[in-house]
């Protein structure tokens, strides 16, 4: 039987293997597939000057290594339907950060987990249809989680996706 796979790529049976060093062409490949994950192999092999080949067997490399975690695409939240986008502080009980963060992995809309230092403990990321929705979400869902101390919720009026740039 195959070992259960996480959703970031990993496994919860085996230690991720340690990653070889990056050179500078891999450093391009990255920022490449960072700006464009959909770029061709032959593109990307142009764009750093490699065949296509080496380009392919580099991307295999950073996949398995655990570089490259997957690949996405960027949405635009509102025009998707998810007009109401929002940063929630949460304090949580000590210890309780793989637990709180097992439940807050299934809530909808939820974009961008942290566990961070400060006056706060976790920051989280969330795109909702509307304010209402965005208050189920914080007052049902979240609160009552019973190792979350308190929260604070603060609207996103704006955003700029940085790595929507390239």
Known sequence: MAPERMADG????????QPRPLDSIDRDILQILHSDGRASIRSVSERVHVSRANAYARINRLIDDGVIRGFGARINHERAGQGASAYITLKIVQNSWRTVHEQLRTLPGASHIALVSGDFDVLLLVHTPDNRALRELVLTRIQSIPEVLSTRTLLVFEEDDLEADG
């Open 10 to 17: 990993g496994s919860r049976d085996r230690p991720e293997p």
